[in-house]
């Protein structure tokens, strides 16, 4: 079976046993040798499987470099995204996360890595206003079609909310840097709730750290029953 690998042009790759330059726009390898780049990786990066046909090569220490990798692979897949994941899976989280915030009353929540924005309608059906953040340009082009407030991190420093809720569906085990997630925390009010789940338990001690570096109380961690399958479920309230 081929996969495709994205890698930073900094990385270096071994195609059998010629090392070859990683490429943002995605190499073709045959699945068995995802091993042995992971082998050869291993001093130095990180191999994230994706959809069981992804591969992302992610530097241990660069958070540049990580986002570079982040960057391209989303640009590439914005188009086709709604045909690749399983959308009613997503959508069945959403579900989950929106219950989690127990709000009283509809309000407004902000969707941090909302992709195209297809989960929008399943935070309507709960009566709440929907803010979409998003770091890649091309995944918020689509999402503005769903909703009128669609923003990146940096363009969230300077606007001027403030929401009732967070969630963020899938995200966590992509590890987004403090620079993505800071300025939506700021956003949150006192007492608002964060949910979130964290896949197959990836990224899940980064994603706690960060989460406790921004002053947040986790008030509760762990599965769900009936939804074992979206991992670990994290609830963090703002103090």
């Known amino acids: ?25 995605g190499q073709q390898f045959d699945s068995t040798d995802v091993a042995l780049l992971s082998e050869d990786l291993i001093n130095t990066h990180t191999l994230l499987p994706l959809f069981d046909r992804f591969f992302l090569v992610l530097s241990n220490d660069s958070e540049e470099e990580r986002a570079e990798v982040y960057s391209a692979f989303f640009s590439w897949l914005a188009p086709q995204y709604e045909n690749i994941i399983e959308l009613e899976r997503n959508r069945d989280n959403v579900r989950i996360l929106s219950g989690l915030l127990n709000l009283d009353i509809p309000g407004t929540v902000l969707d941090f890595g909302c992709g195209t924005g297809f989960t929008f309608r399943e935070l309507r059906k709960f009566g709440h206003e929907v803010i979409g953040v998003d770091s890649c340009q091309k995944m918020r082009e689509i999402a503005s079609l769903h909703c ?7 363009e969230v420093r300077c606007a001027e909310f403030a929401v009732d809720g967070i969630i963020a569906s899938y995200v966590f085990h992509f590890n987004p840097s403090y620079s993505t997630i ?10 608002g709730i964060l949910a979130a789940n964290v896949h197959k338990g990836i990224g899940l001690i980064d994603t706690m750290k960060k989460l406790k570096d921004l002053g947040a109380e986790v008030i509760d961690l762990g599965t769900r029953v009936g939804a074992e399958r979206h991992g670990n479920y994290i609830i963090a309230r703002k103090l």
């Open 148 to 154: 009128r407030e669609v923003y990146s991190p940096d």
């Open 182 to 191: 800071t300025p939506c925390w700021s956003r949150l009010k006192r007492f």
């Open 1 to 25: 079976m081929q996969v495709t690998i994205f890698a930073s042009p900094k990385a270096l790759l071994l195609k059998g046993n010629i090392p070859v330059r990683g490429s943002l726009a």
